[in-house]
T-cell receptor, first 115, second 110 residues
């Protein structure tokens, strides 16, 4: 049973370009979470999705950022018109059910560098 | 502000010694989890302790939870070089999204 997959592992974008980060949850998991981690910091929650629905996007910036989890295919975190401050590691996690009582399984992350 | 705050920020010990890391949080929780992150990698779940539990063991790991003090500790016994990593506590004050602290960077010197 493959774990959470994320691609690409590393992504370099120039300021103003778009970044698309993909996350395939563990098989059977329908809950996906995106987190951002700055150097020497903990993970900051961005958005929680179930299939075709955004459940909680309270941690996601209102502008330039969007996320989706379609019925088929991976979850996508999209950052438009990237700026240097978007440089970070973005982690996706999935869980079998909702609620903090169920552990979240993390992917290896995508390291975004904006030049 | 962070819900979970780990202490110390960094810890360096000799192989074979025990390592203790602490986590404090501010609001009531349903459970608390500890994760490990090796440099440049994703997080690995270590242990989950529910709010009605006081202590939990998993191999060389021992986690305690004191809800009256809103604190938890992670003890790694007989540490190994491979335990070198950052350790994060995570709480679920709003039930679903986890809130992580900044972590404790543990270095185990062989």
């Amino acid at each position: 049973n493959a774990g959470v997959m994320q691609n690409p592992r590393h992504l370099v974008r120039r300021r103003g370009q778009e970044a698309r980060l993909r996350c395939s949850p563990m098989k059977g998991h329908s809950h996906v979470y995106w987190y951002r981690q700055l150097p020497e910091e903990g993970l900051k929650f961005m958005v929680y999705l179930q299939k075709e629905n955004i459940i909680d996007e309270s941690g996601m910036p209102k502008e330039r950022f969007s996320a989706e989890f379609p019925k088929e295919g991976p979850s996508i975190l999209r950052i438009q018109q990237v700026v240097r401050g978007d440089s970070a590691a973005y982690f996706c996690a999935s869980s079998l059910t909702s609620g903090g009582a169920h552990e979240q399984y993390f992917g290896p992350g995508t390291r975004l560098t904006v030049t | 502000s962070q819900q979970g705050e780990e202490d110390p920020q960094a810890l360096s010990i000799q192989e074979g010694e025990n390592a203790t890391m602490n986590c404090s949080y501010k609001t009531s929780i349903n459970n608390l989890q500890w994760y490990r992150q090796n440099s440049g990698r994703g997080l690995v779940h270590l242990i989950l302790i529910r709010s009605n539990e006081r202590e939990k063991h998993s191999g060389r790991l021992r986690v305690t939870l004191d809800t009256s003090k809103k604190s938890s500790s992670l003890l790694i016994t007989a540490s190994r070089a491979a335990d070198t990593a950052s350790y994060f506590c995570a709480t679920d004050p709003r039930n679903t999204p986890l809130v992580f602290g900044k972590g404790t960077r543990l270095s185990v010197i062989a």
